[in-house]
């Protein structure tokens, strides 16, 4: 195991455990990370991914004992949101393309954490229209960059006060999930081998960050400023990719 592989397996289990204490994966950090570190696209695009899925079933485990997810109101997001995650997994998109949607989104995602939510209006959490609109536009972006929605559909979420904040992260946790399955699935039709040996360190990490982090939330960090300390962190990596790359 190289230093690179050590420090990175460090630096994913303590971004799993504050990712997973707000019921977020962390992909869109694995993915600043591993693109700072100029990882080929194909490697760092599964691998983020693969983390993310692991992260995600904690969370959605820890919910689903809790009592605290309704599947009502998940398939309204899930159902246009899978297949178009899917599709933006197959996507090929040119390095400097890939780049350009990474820096970009991962700077709108660092916005809308930082942002304290002012409610707009009430929004009943049963608004189909409106849950599938945001399911598969954010399911399409998902899948393109790798990274499994939640750091987007939460905030929004909060913002229109479609419901309690745990039922909130508990849907995003399952968001997570299933965008972060779809989208591996469609990238692993045109992938030709995965590192295993570079990629099994990170993925033990983030299983113990994501533990720690899912036990932790809820009794010992507080929650708003876990954001926005995670919105200044991506912030700086979307600004670093934008500069590396352009």
Known sequence: ??????????????????????????????????????????????VALLCNIIVATGGVMVFAREGILRLKQVWHFLLPSVPLAFLGGYWQLH??????????SLVVASA???????RLRKVKSDNVGLNTTLGGTIGLLSGVVSIGGGIFLSPVLHLIDWDEAKKISAMASVFILANSVSGLAGQWLQLESLPWSFAVPLLLAVLAGGQVGSRLGARVFNSLYIKRITAVVVFIAGLNILRLHF
């Open 1 to 46: 195991m190289t230093e690179l592989v050590i420090l990175l397996a460090v630096s994913f289990f303590f971004i799993a455990i504050v990712y997973s204490s707000v019921g977020f994966g962390g992909g869109s950090s694995y993915l600043a990370i591993l693109a700072l570190v100029s990882l080929p696209v194909d490697t760092l695009r599964p």
């Open 95 to 104: 390095d400097r393309t890939f780049f350009l949607l990474l820096g970009t």
């Open 112 to 118: 809308l954490l930082w942002i304290r939510p002012e």
